[in-house]
């Protein structure tokens, strides 16, 4: 399984670095954003270190597509939010911070205004713990 001890994700995975951890199977991970757009913010990765869409494997990427489909459930179940964004960057032109494959699921509210302003704040870890239990207890 493709691996990079330097990449903050691959270290999620791990265990090296703490996550708010809302699902996992053998081949993801999903765990809260730590700076959250809106409450609710989550990211689903794939247990195999590929910078991007262009180079994942194809069935890691299906893997990872399925899993973000039960998690928007989940998300959807849990904090019922007026709309779901899914969001996935490649390349620091289009975004991309973090160079381990990720697929970001906002939950939105109508009318919030929402503009993509990636990772400038910390959020509230005490509310995103709290955030991540609704969502995992909706996992089916
Ligand atoms: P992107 O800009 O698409 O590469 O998104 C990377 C995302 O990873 C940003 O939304 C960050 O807030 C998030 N992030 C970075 N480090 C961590 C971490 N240790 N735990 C959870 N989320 C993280
Ligand atoms: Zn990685």
Redesign the pocket.
Known sequence: MAHDPDC?FCK?IDGD?P?FKVFEDEKTLT?????PVNPGHV?VIPKYHAPDLMQIPTDWLMATVATAQTVAQAVDKALKPDGINILQ?NGPAA????FHL?V?IIPRTAGDKLAFD??IAPGDMDAIGAVAERIRASVV
């Not at 765990?31 to 700076?35: A, E, G, N």
């Not at 975004?95 to 973090?98: C, E, I, L, R």
């Open positions: 903050i999620i670095i996550s765990f809260m954003d730590i700076s990211l960057s975004g991309q911070s973090v990720h970001h990636w990772g």
